[in-house]
């Protein structure tokens, strides 16, 4: 089985950078997945990290290191319409290409 | 083109009823999933068809019943429900490799009555 933490919520200001973070226990890592969901849609792929490192695409960045089960989310020059739940997602070696999410961290952003 | 199309949007049904959940995807995916997902809460995995075989049953009970017609497609048919099945229900689909990131579509937003 995994376990999976996220915070449950956090708040940043317009135009600032927040990190979610993401701690994992799983007995075979087989790569993470981060996803933006807002409220009453569907969970929109953000990034993928299988390798230790930082992943970077615009705005969004997505850091892991394997040896201590840890990821962050990085969000730079956040904007109003980045308020949203960010899911952390795990898969499993031999899997079947199974994730298992976190409970999400809600992410609010004001003025 | 990362479309999955779920229909219907919303649904509500009593307990007696027989109703299907469709989901749809043209990007030659070989993997489909469906989750179920409660307010406030993660998405829940519940099955897994891979190239057009169920792969994943995550002991649903019997009154879900999945089926893959063909790769492009995904029925979810349910009956008998109870009003605790009310929820978010998402289909998804993955290339089947590689990365074999999956990509959601909107759901269908169900209501047992």
């Known amino acids: 089985g995994q376990n999976i933490d996220q915070p449950t919520e956090m708040t940043a200001t317009e135009g600032a950078i927040v990190q979610i973070n993401c701690t994992y226990q799983?007995?075979?890592?087989?790569?993470l997945f981060w996803y933006q969901q807002h409220a009453g849609e569907a969970p929109t792929f953000l990034s993928y990290?299988?390798?230790?490192g930082l992943e970077e695409k615009g705005r969004f960045s997505s850091f892991l290191s394997r040896s201590k089960g840890y990821s962050y989310l990085l969000l730079k020059e956040l904007q109003m319409k980045d308020s949203a739940s960010y899911l952390c997602?795990?898969?499993?070696?031999?899997?079947?290409?199974?994730?298992?999410f976190g409970t999400g961290t809600q992410l609010k952003v004001e003025l | 083109d990362t479309e999955v199309t779920q229909t219907p949007k919303h649904l509500v049904m009593g307990m007696t009823n027989k109703k299907s959940l469709k989901c749809e995807q043209h990007?030659?995916?070989?993997?489909m999933y469906w989750y179920k997902q409660k307010a406030k809460k993660p998405p829940e995995l519940m099955f897994v068809?891979?190239?057009?075989?169920?792969?994943i049953n995550e002991s649903v009970p019997s009154r879900f019943s999945p089926e893959c017609p063909n790769s492009s497609l995904l029925n979810l048919h349910l009956h008998a429900l109870q009003p605790e099945d009310s929820a978010l229900y998402l289909c998804?689909?993955?290339?089947?490799?590689?990365?074999?990131?999956?990509?959601f579509g909107a759901g269908t937003r169900l209501s047992v009555l």
């Open positions: 990290n299988v390798l230790d």
């Open positions: 799983t007995s075979g890592f087989n790569g």
């Open positions: 998804a689909s993955s290339s089947g490799q590689g990365q074999n990131i999956q990509y």
């Open positions: 997602a795990v898969r499993e070696e031999g899997g079947g290409n199974k994730l298992t």
């Open positions: 068809y891979s190239y057009e075989k169920l792969s």
């Open positions: 990007m030659g995916h070989r993997a």
